[in-house]
């Protein structure tokens, strides 16, 4: 059966998101057990005029951190240009 990370462990990785120094925030962190597998996705907040190689980059810099903290888990991040989610889906596109 499926189970979500405890709020400890949840609260453990938004605060090492927050730490990288490049990162404005994240939203709709996912995280699910299933026996030996875990996962964590969440959405990364990044400058919006930054470069893709730079959001890349930075992407896997925080994938490394988490990873390091649970190393048994699968990570996934999104990259959002920061304030998107402020629009409305139609203004989205
Ligand atoms: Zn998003």
Known sequence: MDTEFDEADRN??????????????????????????????????????????EAHRISDEVEAEITKAFPDAEVLTHQDPAGLEAMTPLDRK
């Open 12 to 53: 453990r990785i938004k605060d090492i998101v927050k730490a990288h120094k490049e990162v404005i925030s994240l939203h709709d962190l996912r995280t699910r057990r299933a026996g030996h597998n875990s996962f964590i996705q969440m959405h990364l907040e990044l400058p919006p005029d930054m470069t893709l190689a």
